[in-house]
Nanobody, 115 residues
Framework: QVQLVESGGGLVQPGGSLTLSCANS????????MGWYRQAPGKERELVAK???????NYADFVKGRFIISRDRAWKTMYLQMNNLKPEDTAVYYC?????????WGQGTQVTVSS
């Protein structure tokens, strides 16, 4: 069973940086991918970045060049380094693990970008 806990969110000024962490306390067996999603008020949840077992990385166009996703080899921890943050990056950020056809989610961490 996968259990995910995000941390590292908070309030930051435009242009600032934050690093989110996702701790996976479950069994990493058969994980296909880990990723970060976000959901802003009144909007649907959207993919931010994901990394697969073959270390292939996909970024949403709106974060390319600003965010960096990484993970440890054991699938126990995943990070999202966020640079040059913009007010439109304000959202709840969720950690996701895909194992086969099963998706697991963390509880989310709030990121607010405001002056």
């Amino acid at each position: 069973q996968v259990q995910l806990v995000e941390s590292g969110g908070g309030l930051v000024q435009p242009g600032g940086s934050l690093t989110l962490s996702c701790a996976n306390s479950g069994t990493p067996f058969s994980i296909n991918a880990m990723g970060w999603y976000r959901q802003a008020p009144g909007k649907e949840r959207e993919l931010v970045a994901k990394i697969t077992g073959s270390s292939r990385i996909n970024y949403a166009d709106f974060v390319k060049g600003r965010f960096i996703i990484s993970r440890d080899r054991a699938w126990k921890t995943m990070y999202l380094q966020m640079n040059n943050l913009k007010p439109e990056d304000t959202a709840v950020y969720y950690c996701n693990v895909r194992s086969g056809s099963l998706d697991s989610w963390g509880q989310g961490t709030q990121v607010t970008v405001s002056s």
